[in-house]
């Protein structure tokens, strides 16, 4: 069998990445490179300046994806690109990017969804997974159970109703003074904290259902800033330990209790959030005490990349599932 390169593009939201993966799992190269220290200043990420840096970085990134991986353009055998969801302006540079080069090289491309991406990711590094399975995919703009039987039936069992777990990190981060991206700072703090010393609530948690909300833990921890700190008692380290471990807690507990009803033999985190040491510890308590087997990708994984987008550009290949250069970039699902 021919190896199959695919060069993957990602750019939805404030990372310009490029990577180059053969047969879907052997990554080649995975070159990310970050604009996080440009939007720090802002408290969060700034569309339109995501979207000229970009601009800026690709050919950059898509050449050093190309080097770091010992190719060429003529290896490349398709392009896969992110085309939703994400920042539409930020998704239509990868997306024009990926159409241009691809035309100009005479070979396929096709569009790759930014959240199936992440759960790839678990695949790239984990041949092993077994299905029908439960996965937890947890960004900063999604919080979702999903009952996977295979790659293409898949079943949404529940998703936040208001703000998603990486949301609600970043906001709570922010009000604490902690900055830019909030799930790393955090976590960062909490291990200087206690979790317990303060309480927050866990929403959800008893409800006889697989959805999710954490508008309301968010509004519990700032009202609890604003009390401690006009009293002056106010310990962040131990607030934030707090915040983080009510969160993952409801994560946790609801997502074993899903792979319970469903009787699945695997379980999956994806996603940013998924980076979170204390969600992985907790996780791998539950799996070990319900003899689960769980799996998650490496953090490097785990964060916005364009390994998982070329791994499963690769399976789109196979399927020819290729894209018209008339395809649009969709900032929702
Ligand atoms: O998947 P991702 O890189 O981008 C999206 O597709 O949204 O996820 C970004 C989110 C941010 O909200 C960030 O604060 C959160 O993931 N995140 C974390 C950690 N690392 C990133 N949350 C908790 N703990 C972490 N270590
Ligand atoms: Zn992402």
Redesign the pocket.
Known sequence: MNDINILGIET??DETAAAVVRNGNEVLSDIINSQIYIHQKYGGVVPEIASRQHVENIGLVVAEALRSAGVSFPDIDAVAVTNRPGLIGALLVGLSYAKALAYGLNKPFVGVN?LEG?IYANFIEHPAIKFPLICLLV????TSLIYMENFQNTRLLGATRDDA???A??KVSRFLGLGY????A??KVSAQGTAGLYTLPRPYLDKNNFEFSFSGLKTAAMNMYNKLNKDGSLNVCDLAAEFQEALVEVLAEKTFKAALRFSVPNVLIA???A???R?REMMRLKSETLDIPLFFPSVKM???NAAMIAGLGYHHYKRKNFARLDLNAYPGL
């Open positions: 939805s939201c930014h992440h960004s900063g703009g999604h777990a990486g949301e990190f970043d991206p909030g799930g790393p955090i976590e996603g940013g959030v980076a979170n040491s969600l785990c964060t916005d």
